[in-house]
């Protein structure tokens, strides 16, 4: 059995009971809304449609939202931030029950399983956000379509996301770090530094998904949390240090085996667990051999054409803008979806499927569903001609590949001084 190097004194009731509602929240919130997995098994499949329900009563009975709402648990949807309360009020009913059938708590071994739990979880998600960073999959480079989108007429967090992907160095700088912090997380003597890195990444990511309006801002302030909570019995030695320059061993307990069978046992668990951990973060890379997404074969016809000639219905249409329908650029973006910009810098997309055989374009459009289809002639550049009825008009367009790849803001410049900036 192991025994105690070090153990806190009797917590009151009141530490007690914080304690056990945090327990029970960070359990529940674990096990019913986090980033899926391939591996590692999800409790999810057997939760949802308990909680969902009860999230959708808890909605029209307590809060009375009249008009309908994603009761689902889905990144920032109502139902989630009214699932989260409602796994406050179970926490804090959890644990007081709890303490009525077991007042004498074992404070010491169920809070280090506990922060155990807590780091590991913590490392995944970590691992998960981090390599999809370094592999250039989370901000990936920006679609065509999206570099020919006016500025101003962009969303604030595709603009960011855009930023991001544009440069190689600075997102797979931050998934290093991501990564750096969840490996420190996964040992004894390192994982205060990890805590206190991840919750100095967290603050940033939170503050980014506040400012950007990106929809993952209720799971990253969890991040935030579990951090915190991670950080939180180390925080009198930390202000004794920090503040008072002083050094106060925490109170944390910590286990010690007596026997070499328990120490091996002990290095075996963590061992595999770690290998899980990776297991899961890097196998979905390994199994499409993508390393960096900007690298990618993307799909034909993908890419950035200029529209150089537009007839419809046998009257050739200049490129003014006073003929605001008329085709601008037409883009083919990786997704599966073709995009048309008119003279008004409009977006129409469709749903995208080509033949090569019959050397056909099926779009659909994303709005009516109805499909149409359009026949095609590529040259040996790349350039096409279109002919068929869309929407009800007959037309024939010839486009001119563009070199989207050459435009400012993916250009990989680098310069120490300014003199080289023209």
Not at 109 to 114: D, E, G, L, Q, T
Not at 340 to 366: N, V
Not at 367 to 382: C, D, I, K, P, R
Not at 390 to 399: F, H, M, P, S, T
Request: proline residues 4%; positive net charge.
């Amino acid at each position: 059995m192991p025994s105690a190097v070090s153990a806190p004194s009797q917590a009151n009731k009141y530490q007690q009971y914080l304690f056990r509602s945090n327990f029970i929240f960070v359990l529940l919130f674990t096990s019913s809304f986090s980033t899926p997995t391939h591996y590692i098994p999800s409790l999810r499949t057997y939760t949802d449609p308990i909680f969902e329900q009860l999230t959708l009563w808890t909605g029209t009975f307590i809060f009375r939202i009249q008009e309908p709402f994603i009761y689902q648990l889905t990144s920032d949807s109502t139902g989630a931030f009214i699932h989260t309360f409602n796994l406050i009020i179970l926490a804090c009913l959890g644990a007081w029950l709890w303490g009525r059938v077991q007042p004498n708590l074992n404070y010491s071994k169920i809070s280090y399983a506990f922060y155990t739990y807590v780091r590991y979880y913590l490392a995944l998600q970590l691992f998960l956000y981090g390599f999809n960073k370094v592999f250039k999959c989370q901000f990936f480079l920006p679609e065509p379509n999206t570099l020919y989108t006016r500025i101003g007429e962009t969303p604030k967090d595709l603009l960011f996301w855009s930023a991001m992907g544009s440069s190689y160095f600075y997102t797979v700088f931050g998934g290093m770090m991501e990564v750096f912090a969840a490996s420190l997380l996964l040992f004894r003597k390192t994982y205060l530094m990890g805590s206190l890195m991840a919750f100095g990444i967290l603050s940033n990511v939170l503050a980014i998904n506040l400012g950007f309006n990106i929809s993952v801002k209720l799971y990253a302030s969890f991040f935030l949390f579990l951090s915190l909570t991670l950080i939180l019995p180390y925080i009198q030695s930390l202000y004794a240090f920090f503040i008072h320059q002083k050094f106060i061993k925490s109170k944390v307990w910590i286990p010690v085996f007596s026997t070499k069978k328990r120490r091996i046992q002990y290095s075996l668990i963590k061992t595999i667990s770690i290998w899980l951990l990776l297991f899961e973060a890097l196998v979905p890379y390994f199994k499409v051999n993508n390393f960096n997404d900007d690298a990618q074969i993307r799909p034909l016809f993908h890419g950035a054409y200029a529209v150089t000639s537009f007839v419809e219905n046998e009257f050739p249409i200049p490129p003014l803008s006073t003929f605001t329908k008329r085709w601008k650029r037409v883009f083919v973006h990786r997704r599966g979806y073709f995009i048309i910009q008119t003279m008004d810098d409009k977006m129409q997309d469709y749903k995208f499927q080509y033949d090569l055989a019959s050397k056909q374009f099926s779009l659909e459009h994303t709005e009516t569903v109805v499909e149409y289809h359009l026949e095609y002639t590529q040259s040996t550049t790349g350039n096409l001609i279109l002919r068929g009825n869309l929407e009800g008009q007959d037309i024939q367009v010839r486009l001119t590949t563009l070199d989207w790849k050459q435009l400012p803001l993916l250009k990989q410049d680098f310069n120490w001084t300014i003199d080289a900036i023209q």
